[in-house]
């Protein structure tokens, strides 16, 4: 038995140019399923919209900077799992940074308008999870779907896109505070050093996003290394520390 909103989630991609196949891997449905579906319509559900509104499937205001900076959050070190009735968020955290824990949880509780204490969190060795349920993750999160990011196209959506130019700090201080640093740069031997921030991602596409949230700021980062951004520059630096600041 699929939720409503899996069925209403699978209609809009099919609406929007992806056939039976595409959205039977985006979603992890069975092709005959959504096949299905296509052929005869959404079964007849009753509408739960009161009991959990969605941005996306009912029109619900969304807080855009809290939703900008999971975003970042989420495309670095977050993943979404499938649960029988619903879907868990998860992000890790390193168990040093007690206030970016704390600052996460907050973020996801915006996200999903709801009190920050559904948000959790478990330890584990050397990190915290942070975690939350909600049948509409997928919705706000379309980058969902089988296999690691690194291995499938990641893309934003129009209306990620949209939120993405209009908080491009958001955006890189949850992508910087997820699979980046600030560090010290040593040259000379030891006998120079400058700041400067690292970004580390596997998914090329990821990669690509962050480099255009810089450029709409004007940050000119550099490739070090085939998974690797770094910004060194002086004056970019000191943008970036107006407003990312250090992981505590």
């Keep these: 038995m699929h939720s ?6 699978a209609i809009r991609l099919l609406s929007g ?3 039976d196949s595409q959205v039977s891997r985006a979603m992890g449905i069975a092709r005959t399923t959504v096949a299905a579906w ?15 509104s969605c941005p996306r499937c009912h029109g ?11 975003l970042g959050m989420y495309l670095g070190d977050g993943s979404i799992a499938r649960h029988p009735r ?3 968020l998860r992000i890790v955290q390193d168990a040093r940074y007690r206030n970016s824990i704390q600052e996460i949880r ?7 308008d709801c009190e920050v204490d559904r948000v959790r969190t478990v330890d584990h060795e050397g990190c915290v999870e942070v975690y939350t349920y909600w049948r509409h993750w997928p919705c706000v999160f379309p980058q969902h779907g089988p296999g690691r990011k690194h291995q499938r ?13 209009d908080e491009p700090q958001e955006l890189l201080r949850g992508l910087i505070h997820s699979d980046g640093c600030r560090v010290m740069n040593r040259v000379g031997q030891g006998k120079y050093s400058y700041p400067r921030y690292l970004f580390s991602d596997r998914s090329a596409d990821i990669r690509e996003i962050f480099r255009e949230a810089c450029g709409a700021i004007g940050v000119r980062p550099t490739d ?4 690797e951004i770094s910004v060194a520059r002086r004056a970019d630096v000191a943008i970036l520390d107006t407003f990312v600041g250090p992981k505590t």
Excluded: F
């Design 4 to 9: 409503r909103y899996e069925v209403e989630r």
């Design 17 to 19: 140019g992806l056939n």
């Design 38 to 52: 296509r052929r005869h319509g959404p079964p007849g559900r009753r509408s739960q919209a009161g009991r959990s």
């Design 60 to 70: 619900r205001g969304l807080d855009e900077r809290a939703y900008a900076l999971l």
């Design 86 to 88: 619903t879907y868990k």
């Design 106 to 112: 907050r973020t996801m509780a915006a996200v999903r």
């Design 153 to 165: 196209s990641i893309w934003l959506a129009a209306w990620q896109a949209q939120i993405a130019a």
């Design 224 to 227: 070090p290394k085939p998974h």
